[in-house]
Nanobody, 123 residues
Framework: VQLQASGGGLVQAGGSLRLSCAAS????????MGWFRQAPGKEREFVAA????????YYADSVKGRFTISRDNAKNTVYLQMNSLKPEDTAVYYC?????????????????WGQGTLVTVSS
């Protein structure tokens, strides 16, 4: 599966952005989807994940209550709604896909990755 992330940009602290990740192929609904991010000089970290039907979601503590992951299997797209953004949310955000449902917060579990989209939050 090929993934294309979009929606990044420059936003002031407290603002919102919605990231999208469009997937190719007919088997999108069979993939567990995740969002990760990587800030300059830091390791890639887990942000959120969503199960095949969208019924189960998981979040990093740092974004819980502010970010919402969702998916539309009819459109082969996963979203990340980001509210109350903080300067520390600044990073390149990546979407990823895996057929596995366990260890969803570990990047090595994911088989496919999008190219990343830059989110910059100014203070």
């Amino acid at each position: 599966v090929q993934l294309q992330a979009s929606g990044g940009g420059l936003v002031q602290a407290g603002g919102s952005l919605r990231l999208s990740c469009a997937a190719s192929g007919r088997t999108f609904s069979s993939y567990f989807m995740g969002w990760f991010r990587q800030a300059p000089g830091k390791e890639r970290e887990f942000v959120a994940a969503i199960g095949w039907s969208g019924g189960t979601t998981y979040y990093a503590d740092s974004v819980k209550g502010r970010f919402t992951i969702s998916r539309d299997n009819a459109k082969n797209t996963v979203y990340l709604q980001m509210n109350s953004l903080k300067p520390e949310d600044t990073a390149v955000y990546y979407c990823a896909a895996t057929r596995r449902s366990s260890w969803y917060d570990i990047s090595s579990v994911y088989d496919y990755w999008g190219q990343g989209t830059l989110v910059t939050v100014s203070s």
